[in-house]
């Protein structure tokens, strides 16, 4: 059994896990905010942000389904795991809150001449597979509570309205290509809270606590990775 | 020896960082999963990374 897989016999961590985490993540996020400097400072942005929002479209369309997965694990553990039992309340509140998200982004693809068949059609990225795949792993053969370091990471950024404002002025792209973006810039930090409050209501061990930091810091990676792949001499190509 | 001399050793600390206090304790009680994953993901950890010319930069979101 994995050492995070049952809270009953470890000794709790001490209170403020959601502060413990929000510091972890200040102290490692150097990684991807070079990673995200770097793509947005490139003077062919307009170009290779078609190709951004595929990525996260790719991303977007296994959200509600590696909630699913967790939530479920999560319901399987409970009621002997206070934490699983946490998570599965926190998560069927939440799930209804990201549904159809990606069909967002397929608008917004299409307003930016990239048809939603194509999208569909295309093979998903290598680093949206590594991202949600590994959350499939530590939600489901670790502990559920996995998905509050990886929703820490890509909902505890938010994108601020001034600068994608700044972006659309500079780049001349249509503000329906960035619905899904000015969405998210008023529901992340409200969602980032919710989460905080939630973590720091549960009851986590040391080990979960752990847990927690060790899927932050792979989810800035992987974040990362997923920016810097778009980032450099040549833009790529996105079929219309 | 604690977190902080490990990750240095490893370069996922700089030498000569600007860490605060506060930033040392919570890197001295990482656990040692926390610190093997850093130092396995070739993580950056410090002050001098974080500021960064657009940190307002959007995010890959949920």
Redesign the interface.
Known sequence: MHPTASCSAAEPAPAGHGH?LK??I?????????A??R???QADVAARYPELLF??HC??RA?VPAMETARRNAEARSPADPVATAMAAYLARHIPE?LH?DDWLLDDLESLGVARETVLRRVPSPAAAA?VGSLYYWALHAHPVAWMGY?A???G????A???VSVMRRTGLPQEGFR??LK?AQL?PH?SREMYAALDAMPLT??Q???L??VA??T??H?AG??AALTGPQPPHTAA | MANLEILISAGVIAANNNLTA??IQ??N???S??VN??IA?K????D???T???????????
């Open positions: 413990l510091q972890k200040r102290l490692a996020s150097g990684e991807l905010f070079l995200l400097d793509f947005w400072s990525h996260i991303v977007v959200t990201e998200h991202l929703a990471v890509t909902e950024h938010p994108p601020s001034d600068y994608l899904t973006y998210h992340d969602h040391r080990e606590s752990s847990l930091g060790v810091f792979q800035i990676h974040v997923l920016f | 506060a930033d919570t890197i009680a990482l656990a999963a926390e994953a850093l993901l993580s950056a950890l410090g001098d990374f974080i960064r010319n657009t940190v307002d930069a959007p995010n890959c979101f949920l």
